[in-house]
Antibody
């Protein structure tokens, strides 16, 4: 059974960097069967895919165009986890952030983290 | 980006009712369409993927159909635990995009 456990601060000041981690159990961040994603949800934007990292013969990352200048998603093979960093945050980045596994079979998000409410406020 | 238009945005139904939710993509997405159920304070839960494949453990009262640009989620007989918000999602191409959601409420 795959489990994704999120951690990170719930409050970030404007202009600072939002950092979240998603620890994986029951699977490997280096698997070739899945990609590891971050998704956020807010009343104004709904559910929004932010980006992913995945391993083929090398590490790959893809990001939402609107966030490309501010976002980094990195794997950590030593801890079997992956992380999200979003820089220069504004109140518009306030949302519930989820990590999720995209199973390449059917390209489905079959496992999700519990969600982290991140508020951007001074 | 591929736009996903979901309808209705909300509906009221009774236990035992048949419920249909539709999702339209702005371009063909083949069969890369999945459906999720979300309850307050919880992460979305996968119900159906590849348009019509039921995720393991999901009750058989849920079904999906469609192809290309038009897709449907059907709940054959609404149960008390089915009152929730439902989302479609295309994973044909990045950026992956969700529908706006359908809130299924008790009549």
């Amino acid at each position: 059974q795959v489990q994704l456990q999120q951690s990170g601060p719930g409050l970030v000041k404007p202009s600072q960097t939002l950092s979240l981690t998603c620890a994986i159990s029951g699977d490997s961040v280096s698997t070739k069967s899945a990609a590891w994603n971050w998704i956020r949800q807010s009343p104004s934007r709904g559910l929004e895919w932010l980006g992913r990292t995945y391993y083929t013969s090398k590490w790959n990352s893809d990001y939402a165009e609107s966030l490309k200048s501010r976002i980094t998603i990195n794997p950590d093979t030593s801890k079997n986890q992956f992380s999200l960093q979003l820089s220069s945050v504004t109140p518009e980045d306030t949302a519930v952030y989820y990590c999720a596994r995209l199973n390449w079979g059917g390209k489905r998000f079959d496992y999700w983290g519990q969600g982290t409410l991140v508020t951007v406020s001074s | 980006d591929i736009q996903m238009t979901q309808s209705p945005s909300s509906l009221s139904a009774s236990v035992g009712d048949r419920v249909t939710i539709t999702c339209r993509a702005s371009q063909s997405i083949s069969n890369f369409l999945s459906w999720y159920q979300q309850k307050p304070g919880k992460a979305p839960k996968l119900l159906i993927y590849s348009t019509s494949t039921l995720q393991s453990g999901v009750p058989s009262g849920f079904s999906g159909s469609g192809s290309g640009t038009d897709f449907t989620l059907t709940i054959s007989s609404l149960q008390p635990e089915d009152f929730a918000t439902y989302y479609c999602l295309q994973t044909y191409d990045t950026p992956y995009t969700f529908g706006q959601g359908t809130n299924v409420e008790i009549k």
